[in-house]
């Protein structure tokens, strides 16, 4: 028997269709980037690389200079790799966007120093499925006067109230916790509307949250045991990056 790896996104992928998950994980043809994955993937190496820097250097004129550099970097990286195009109205609409972010974030109460940053963790859900996970920061933070911590992911999409995945947000937490870190909340750091999603945490939630992730991935597990990763059409279809080698879109398969 192998002990899977398992994380968050593989979990949604795989809900979303099986396969697209074995494009992505199992065969690893690799996904197209679009200047919004650029946008969250530039705020948050700059984030990073801020909080590299000495407290009294940290002002708002140094962060958006590493969202400028980080941002011309990572665009001139996926350009020489080829598959990537952005008109410049596009570059100047998401390079806005990533300033006023910045803004939001420097004027927030996270401008305090984090315990941790861009963390790549894991633990056992169980004897079969080890569960990973890249927690975007961890702070200090007090509980009925004791001392604990907090989960923080940012967030750099729209913010849907309707749509607010709490699952991943506990997932992270869980996460944490098994690394032996006391966790109290956890939050959600939508930087574009600067708002922040807070959820307490206790052992009953953890339990939940690890009993839950267990269920979702034993369909993954399933799947790879006898390699039975049928298409799902959805509404999210046309986004797919794999689309132009589907069954279902080729006419191989009809449903
Ligand atoms: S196009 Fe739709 S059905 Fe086909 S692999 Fe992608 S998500 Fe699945």
Redesign the pocket.
């Known amino acids: 028997m192998f002990k899977m790896k398992m994380s968050f996104s593989k979990i949604t992928t795989f809900e ?2 099986p ?2 998950f074995k ?1 992505q994980y199992i065969n690893r043809f690799p996904t197209k980037t679009s200047p919004v994955l650029l946008l969250g993937q530039t705020i948050h190496s700059s984030l990073e690389k801020f909080f590299d820097f000495s407290p009294e250097k940290r002002e708002l004129k140094l962060l958006k200079n590493l969202f400028r550099r980080e941002w011309k970097i990572e665009r001139n990286k996926l350009r020489d790799e080829g598959d990537f195009e952005m008109d410049k109205a596009t570059e100047i609409e998401h390079g806005k966007r990533g300033l006023i972010m910045l803004e939001n974030f420097y004027a927030s109460q996270l401008m305090s120093e984090p315990v941790q940053r861009e963390q790549f963790v894991e633990a056992s859900l169980n004897d079969e499925i080890q569960f990973l996970g890249r927690i975007d920061r961890l702070d200090k933070c007090m509980h009925d006067g004791k001392e604990g911590f907090k989960v923080i992911d940012y967030k750099t999409g729209k913010l849907n109230d309707r749509f607010v995945d709490f699952i991943q947000l506990f997932t992270y937490a869980w996460l944490m916790n098994e690394q032996g870190f006391k966790i109290y909340s956890s939050v959600f750091y939508y930087l574009e509307p600067n708002k922040m999603i807070e959820k307490s945490l206790n052992d009953e939630i953890f339990e939940q949250t690890r009993n839950t992730l267990i269920e979702r991935s034993l369909p993954i597990y399933k799947a790879m045991e006898e390699d039975d990763f049928s ?4 509404a ?2 046309p986004y ?1 990056d ?2 132009s080698m ?1 069954p ?2 080729t006419g191989e398969i009809h449903i």
């Open positions: 979303q269709c396969l697209k494009f298409p799902q059409k959805s999210l279809c797919c794999y689309i589907c279902l879109q």
